[in-house]
């Protein structure tokens, strides 16, 4: 339950996953055809059964009833949701017996990131902000250090804006994303350059995103006039997995060697 990519990444395939994880996941699409999908989420415990697993793993945001009936199915370990993706890796290893790989999965992964990191400021300058909004219909939010802005801020020391690095610096682990914004709070996050995502799984974000940039508020904004605007595709930037962070390093900067 929510552990397909870190097993997958200590080259472990398992026989089973939940819908919301996998099907979305842009990732995974070269596994489906090896992963049932034991139903969604809430958990239909007879699609779980059939699989007849010898281990569940699942993630602390499980609530305790449905820990207790997986565990009638078969032992059932939970790992951390809200530590960082490496840790998550680290925690599942120590269940499964794959802890060397663990390390070298994370020693690739850091050093991958490094090397881009120093490449990267060939391409943006040390002062210049960098924003990423993900868009709904008739609102947006703004990345903070999870999903796609730990491959910005955390891995490749780009800068985010004054008041999302507070936001950041005032979280106990995470800042995932602002609340939802209307179009009339676009000039707060002004960034020298933008990344947005359209969320294309909800109905009139592109209707919402195609009436934005007519606006004269989105025609003010500094990467609008500079040309510094990034539009990417959500199937590959929305989610937040060993696999997907990973991918974003070689995409963000193929976007800004551009």
């Known amino acids: ?17 939940l819908n919301y994880e996998i099907t979305p996941d842009y990732y995974l699409n070269s596994y489906k055809d090896q992963i049932t999908i034991a139903g969604d989420y809430p958990i239909n415990y007879e699609s779980v059964l059939e699989l007849k697993p010898d281990l569940i793993i699942a993630s602390s945001f499980v609530e305790a009833d449905v820990v207790d009936q997986l565990s009638k199915i078969a032992p059932t370990v939970i790992y951390p949701w809200g530590v ?14 794959k802890e060397a790989e663990a390390e070298q999965w994370i020693k690739q992964h850091e050093e991958k990131a490094a090397k881009y990191k120093e490449e990267i400021k060939q391409y943006v300058e040390p002062d210049e902000t960098v924003a990423a909004i993900q868009i709904f219909k008739n609102s947006f939010q703004v990345a903070g250090n999870r999903n796609m802005g730990h491959v910005l801020y ?19 682990d995470y800042f995932v994303y ?20 359209v969320d294309i799984t909800q109905p009139g974000s592109e209707q919402f995103f195609e009436e934005m940039q007519q ?4 025609k003010s904004l500094s990467a609008v006039k ?4 990034y ?15 990973d991918a974003l390093l070689d995409e963000t900067m193929q976007l800004f060697k551009k």
């Open 1 to 17: 339950m929510s552990a397909t990519t870190p097993l997958l990444a200590l080259g472990i395939t398992p026989i089973g996953g």
């Open 84 to 97: 960082n993706l490496y840790e998550q890796l680290k925690f599942i290893a120590g269940i499964v017996g």
């Open 154 to 172: 955390d891995l490749l020391g780009l800068k985010p804006l004054p008041s999302i690095q507070k936001q950041i610096d005032d979280s106990e």
């Open 178 to 197: 602002t609340d939802s914004l209307s179009l009339e709070k676009l000039p707060d996050y002004d960034a020298d350059r933008l990344i947005v995502k």
């Open 215 to 218: 606006s004269a508020i989105w």
């Open 226 to 229: 500079n040309g510094k605007v």
């Open 231 to 245: 539009i990417v595709p959500h199937d590959k930037w929305w989610s937040y997995t060993l696999f997907s962070t």
